[in-house]
């Protein structure tokens, strides 16, 4: 039994390191088409990436919010639940981080103001988190449209106010007022940008590994995920389940809009980070839903983004960033092909021991 | 009286691409195919028609090259979902990135950074004689472009295929029961396939008309959703293709009512991002709204024959 688990452990890594190499390959035969050798480019920006102090903590920044939206997404998935608005969740998250912030920076110390942001932008993602699970629970409405609709409703409401009150004192452009000193995320590796909201990530990721694995409630929401029937025959409420699942799955998409809004951006600017949401997806499935996995896969996502960026700046080269998305994309579309593979390589195995037993 | 026919008129426009999508949808749906990937090949269908039109001069060269990479896109889908049996939503997810990187990329490629944006020819508003001089009807259904007036004979047809042929009970079957279908001699996976492609063809057409027929450009953020209301209206519509037909012409009616409201600018009594938003609340009404939904028995689930 041992080894079995040892062999399927190994199948894992491997399958998912020959997809990720197949996706920057592919990506890289693309770069053929703008003139630009992909070997130097990649090579140059991996060798930048393990050299440069600065580009290697932009790594772990960039997995920060990931890490989140990741997990987000991950955990409704435990509960066969699906939140495909993590964005939309994340943009509430970062207009209340913005407000918050800017309303109480300078009156209150940094730790307590950070601590009450943190905490703004976990409400309001989970509250419209929880406003889905509730749709779900009281009218059966299908989460998959609810949630996907929702981003494009938050993304309008963000849009409206950053026109109108949270729009910046000059009045030019449909963007905030930079946060003051007093309100952003202290900085963990000088020279860097890399900041605490890392950390706090990190150490989510394994408070959620431990609630959905060591706690009770954690056992109902898998429950309800894997056998939804069986598990209210075992008299558990599917339907608390779904606001519950929703709403801590909300929370966490919105807290990265505190580790963007106060870590990085410092200030609320009109399409940031589009893409959170979908990256969030990709990753989950890569770490097959695994909160600690999900860890190491964001860093993956985030090593694909700075290297995109680097790529993009290198002088004399011009790789356009949406370079960024074809590799996450086709990175994404082999991991998935991967657990196909995988399938097939358990049964040949399955097959070969019951001929050995038999023979 | 003008305005409202022209919010009419608009209206049955801007359903035309939503029906497209969600008639072809209902068509994969049925079958047991979730088509996820619809927001993409919407989006790539807007890229290949804007394409084939700019480099070739002709809108229809435009629609064939979108209804081309749509079905490259849901060739991809069907192989991953159906032959390798993975998960639809996920499989979409992958998809609509990798599309949204592809056609900006490709956009780059062909044409750099050009200083002003390319613009085509929009397709040409052909009224039809006679009946275009109806009063109030003939200026909303019979002064529109081309696509519109094909799609009046998709209906019929998609609804006869699908309720009148065996072809047609095959993909309904096989979306309820394939066990059954399968023992009755219907290749599931064919089926599934299909009707996959089937949906990337349409939904190529219908994001080239958001391109060829509305906007006369491409932008990232041409479809900007569209194709998950197509997709959603799928499910309000209950799978069925006059459900689907009603469902395209609210949207479309609430599309145009939000062009026409951002077309007021301040002049508005709400502000311009609630109607932009307006489309999609209506989709989270209706679907809190609507009771009894008829999902089909095995949709989203792959079809494993046993023993093979």
Redesign the interface.
Known sequence: MGKRIGASTRDLIITNLVAIVAGLVLSGF?LL??DINPIQVYSSAIKTLFTDRYMAAEVFLKATPFIFTALAFAFTYKANL?N?GAQGQFYLGSVAAVSVSLLLDGKIPTAILLVVVFAATLLAGGLMGAGIGF?KAR?N??E???S???T??A???M??LL??VLKETKGEYPQTDALSEAAWIPRIVPGTRLHLGFVIAVITAILIWVFLYKTPLGFRIRAIGSNARAGELAGINSRRIFVIAFLISGALAGAAGFTEVNGVQRMLIQDFNP?LG??G??IA?LANANPIGIIFASILFGAISVIGTMMGRMPGINV?P?????????V??FV??A??VRAMIGIRRDKKRLKREEA | MNVAVGILARALTMSTPLLYGSLSEVVAERSGMMVTAIEGIFLIGAWGGFVGTYLWGSALYGILLAMGLGMVIAA?YAF?TVT????Q???G??????????C???Q??LFGIPTSPLKIDRLPQLPVPLLSEIPVLGEVFFNQNILTYIMYAIIPIIYFVLYRTSAGLAIRSTGENPVASDVAGINVNFVRYATVLFSGLMGGVAGAFYSIGFLGMFTAGII??RG?IA??IC?LGNWHPFGAVVGTLVFGLAESISIYMQSLGSAGFL?N??F??LP??L??VL????RSFKVPAKLGIPYVKEGG
């Open positions: 693309l088409f703008l699906f495909i749709l009218y409405a299908n998959f449209l609810t996907m609709m929702s494009y409703v993304l309008a409401f849009n409206y026109r109108t893409d979908s990256a997806i990709g499935i356009p949406s370079i960024v998305s074809i590799i996450q994309g086709s994404m579309l998935i092909a657990y196909y | 991809i991953v390798m049996r993975q998960h939503v996920v499989t997810t992958a998809l609509n990135i990798l599309v949204a990187g592809l900006t990329y490709f780059r490629v900007g959703g998950w997709f959603a499910f502000p991002e609630f932009i938003a999609y609340i989709t989270i679907t809190v709204s609507r």
